[in-house]
């Protein structure tokens, strides 16, 4: 089986983290409370497709800083490829700009980790940044 290549953000901003909760009609991780993350499209860059991600789900307008982590999903079934993020000075708005999570929040590393459900790989990740 070949392994799908995807993107997390890890976007913090005044010691909190960016996490959606995935929409329940989703087929991957529905209602799981996750960062921020997507596929790369062909002859996309990890850099581009983060960058891509975060805008077309959050409407966030954010740089690649650099890719700190690669693990397996939870299932195995891709490879996450995890970036640093930064706000760009017009960043905006962090909003629900599609249909992929029904909520956006900003937590702390202490309310992360009471989210349910989530996967504690990424929160083992999330939070070693």
């Known amino acids: 089986?070949?392994?799908?290549?995807?993107?997390?953000?890890?976007?913090?901003?005044?010691?909190r983290y960016l996490v959606g909760k995935r929409s329940l009609h989703?087929?991957?991780?529905?209602?799981?409370?996750c960062p921020i993350s997507g596929r790369l499209e062909p002859g996309e860059t990890q850099a581009d497709a983060v960058v891509r991600e975060v805008w077309e789900e959050t409407g966030l307008r954010v740089r690649a800083s650099r890719k700190v982590?690669?693990?397996d999903t939870h299932d195995g079934s891709a490879i996450l490829h995890?970036?640093?993020?930064?706000?760009?000075?017009?960043?905006?708005?962090?909003?629900?700009?599609?249909?992929?999570h029904s909520e956006l929040r900003w937590v702390?590393?202490?309310?992360?980790?009471?989210?349910?459900?989530?996967?504690?790989?990424?929160?083992?990740?999330?939070?070693?940044?």
Do not use: C, H
Request: net charge negative.
């Open 1 to 15: 089986m070949t392994k799908i290549d995807a993107v997390v953000a890890i976007l913090r901003q005044s010691g």
């Open 26 to 33: 989703r087929p991957a991780a529905p209602g799981y409370w």
């Open 69 to 71: 982590a690669q693990s």
């Open 82 to 100: 995890w970036w640093l993020v930064e706000l760009n000075d017009d960043a905006g708005e962090a909003r629900l700009a599609n249909d992929e």
């Open 108 to 129: 702390t590393p202490e309310e992360l980790q009471r989210l349910e459900p989530t996967f504690v790989e990424d929160i083992a990740i999330l939070l070693s940044w």
